[in-house]
């Protein structure tokens, strides 16, 4: 199994602009969470989705974010507009019903300049 | 969201001493408490988990242990080596579900 795969790796984008993360869980977990890392928040929980539903967005930021998922083996995270303070690293994480620790993906290193 | 505090934020051992990190959550309903491992660049990655059940679960030289009264957990590393140099999170699960909270982190550090 190659893991969680999330796409791009870095990116890069002006302040104003779309950007679109990408990530596909294991093949078999329900389970699937987004999650932002900073120096000064640490992991924040932004949103995460059981068979394919969402089931908590309370750590959504605000309006210009936005996630779905659908389908069992690709979800994305949106920012629309992009702006400095939303540069972090986005991770995407799943697991399986049956099992209780997730798995993680190589994240996305994210700079809005 | 429930908290969960973690400390100290940074630890510096010489190799082969024990290092300690210690966490506690606010949520009584919490019943999963995993650890992560964090190399620079990384992903996070889970190294040791214990139930609200259990009270102490060992790994080589890793262990962990709860006491769900106080509502604390702590990580311990034996017989530290350098390659345990990383940034440690403690995570614990919102209510009995699916999602969880993690601490701000314990860097690591171990001189030879």
């Known amino acids: 199994d190659a893991g969680v795969i999330q796409s791009p790796r870095h990116e890069v984008t002006e302040m104003g602009q779309e950007v679109t993360l990408r990530c596909k869980p294991i093949?078999?977990?329900?389970?699937l969470f987004w999650y932002r890392q900073t120096m000064m928040r640490g992991l924040e929980l932004l949103i995460y989705?059981?068979?394919?539903?969402?089931?908590?967005d309370s750590g959504m930021p605000e309006d210009r974010f936005s996630a779905k998922m659908p389908n069992a083996s690709f979800s994305t995270l949106k920012i629309q507009p992009s702006e400095p303070r939303d540069s972090a690293v986005y991770f995407c994480?799943?697991?399986?019903?049956?099992?209780?620790?997730?798995?993680f993906g190589s994240g996305t290193r994210l700079t809005v300049v | 969201g429930e908290n969960v505090e973690q400390h100290p934020s940074t630890l510096s051992v010489q190799e082969g001493d024990s290092a300690v990190i210690k966490c506690t959550y606010s949520?009584?309903?919490?019943?999963?408490f995993p650890w992560y491992k964090q190399e620079l660049g990384k992903r996070p990655q889970l190294i040791i988990d214990?139930?609200?059940?259990?009270g102490e679960k060992k790994d080589q030289r890793i262990a962990v242990t709860l006491n769900k009264t106080a509502k604390h957990f702590s990580l311990h590393i034996t017989e530290t080596q350098p390659e345990d140099s990383a940034v440690y999170f403690c995570?614990?699960?919102?209510?009995?579900?699916?999602?969880?909270?993690f601490g701000k982190g314990t860097s690591l550090l171990v001189t030879p």
């Open positions: 995570a614990a699960s919102i209510g009995s579900g699916y999602a969880l909270n």
């Open positions: 214990i139930r609200s059940n259990v």
């Open positions: 994480a799943s697991r399986p019903d049956r099992a209780d620790g997730y798995t």
């Open positions: 949520d009584s309903a919490s019943n999963y």
């Open positions: 989705f059981n068979n394919n539903v969402p089931i908590d």
């Open positions: 093949s078999g977990h329900n389970s």
